[in-house]
């Protein structure tokens, strides 16, 4: 079915970076002063400086501060979490070297070096484009969006294998949704030992939740009318005993 997916586009590096960051909760921050864990307390500017909103009493406030400007006084590592249960659920991290300023009573995190680690391997992102990048639109969306799809509309997720190839589901023993963004669905092929992940392309980018509703509608329809992929049918056959 491969042939019914002609929009191969995926989200740039500079653009997932952004919407790791606008998605996250958490933030790991290393600095001269330790190792601390915030949860929640981060906002990200237009242009892309991190707001961090910290206790006065934090020692990452003083070593943030006391360190020579321009120079990378800290890491924030952000962690990209999948919405749904499943086996390595962390997607991507993403690391970000630079040096705080105190703006309006909370620190600013400006980035010199922006680093994006995924399965693929870890790409090098540039300030520039980083700093112009927008996140998904569907990024603060995805969490409801994917969790929904996995608890609500199992049989829907069955559906859609129908749409990946007969090789990719050999072994499978269960099949989640592990990504969406405005460019399509990835899906998590669990296997008894190790997993694979399918992509599975919209026709054209989904930029807001009627477009991305259309987007899977489609998907669901095509899915509909394939044959459904022999390794799936024998997969599901012996787990029926």
């Given at each position: 079915m491969a042939d019914r997916?002609?929009?191969t586009a995926a989200p740039a590096a500079a653009e997932r970076a952004r919407s790791v960051l606008a998605a996250a909760w958490s933030c790991a921050v290393t600095a001269e002063g330790g190792r601390e864990e915030f949860v929640g307390a981060h906002t990200v500017a237009?242009?892309?400086r991190v707001l961090l909103h910290v206790p006065e009493d934090s020692a990452l406030?003083?070593?943030a501060i006391c360190a020579p400007r321009g120079e990378p006084s800290a890491v924030l590592e952000f962690a990209d979490v999948a919405p749904v249960a499943m086996r390595n659920r962390i997607r991507s991290r993403l690391w970000m070297a630079g040096w705080f300023a105190s703006e309006d009573g909370q620190l600013a995190f400006r980035p010199t070096r922006v680093v994006l680690r995924?399965?693929?391997?870890?790409?090098?992102?540039d300030l520039d484009e980083y700093a112009a990048a927008m996140p998904d639109p569907l990024a603060t969306a995805e969490f409801q969006l994917l969790t929904h799809l996995a608890e609500a509309h199992p049989d829907a997720v069955e559906r859609l294998t129908r749409l990946v190839d007969s090789d990719s589901l050999q072994g499978a023993v269960r099949v989640q949704p592990l990504a969406v963004?405005?460019?399509g669905l990835t899906l998590r092929i669990e296997r008894a030992r190790g997993n694979?992940?399918?992509?599975l392309t919209f026709h054209k980018p989904a930029d807001d939740?009627?477009?991305l509703t259309e987007r899977?509608?489609?998907l669901l329809a095509q899915a509909g009318a394939a044959r459904r992929p022999r390794a799936l049918q024998r997969q599901r056959t012996d787990g029926d005993g």
């Open positions: 997916h002609t929009w237009e242009d892309g406030v003083t070593a995924q399965p693929s391997g870890a790409v090098v992102v963004d405005r460019h694979g992940d399918v992509r939740m009627a477009q899977m509608h489609i």
